[in-house]
């Protein structure tokens, strides 16, 4: 059974750092794209950044790019958001995502499996 666990969220300040993680178990992840979404009060969920497990290519959604960064650790099976600058626009529940599909495919339902999230609240 696949699953996907968050953790590190939590409230900062505007301008602080946070890294979340998400341990993997239960299959094999060679050829997944793993990804993270938000979804902030009121708004739909949306892509953050994906990477590709395998090679460790990745793709950010072009607003968030050079303040996040994503990244994989496949002797830990852990997926890492790294979150620098943070405002309170950043402000949301994050999401683990794993699926087979290119990593420019942002939409949700092209990933199978999903953690529960983790809240992250930055204060101005």
């Known amino acids: 059974q696949v699953q996907l666990v968050e953790s590190g969220g939590g409230l900062v300040q505007a301008g602080g750092s946070l890294r979340l993680s998400c341990a993997a178990s239960?299959?094999?992840?060679?050829?997944?794209?793993m990804a993270w979404f938000r979804q902030a009060p009121g708004k739909e969920r949306e892509f953050v950044a994906a990477?590709?497990?395998?090679?460790?290519?990745?793709y950010y959604t072009d607003s968030l790019k050079g303040r996040f960064t994503i990244s994989r650790d496949k002797a830990k099976n852990t997926v890492y958001l790294q979150m620098n600058s943070l405002k309170p626009e950043d402000t949301a529940v994050y999401y683990c995502?794993?699926?087979?599909?290119?990593?420019?495919?942002?939409?949700?339902?092209?990933?199978?499996?999903w953690g529960q999230g983790t809240q992250v609240t930055v204060s101005s």
């Open positions: 239960g299959r094999t992840f060679s050829g997944y794209a």
């Open positions: 995502a794993a699926g087979i599909t290119m990593l420019t495919i942002t939409t949700e339902r092209k990933y199978d499996y």
């Open positions: 990477i590709s497990w395998s090679i460790g290519m990745t």
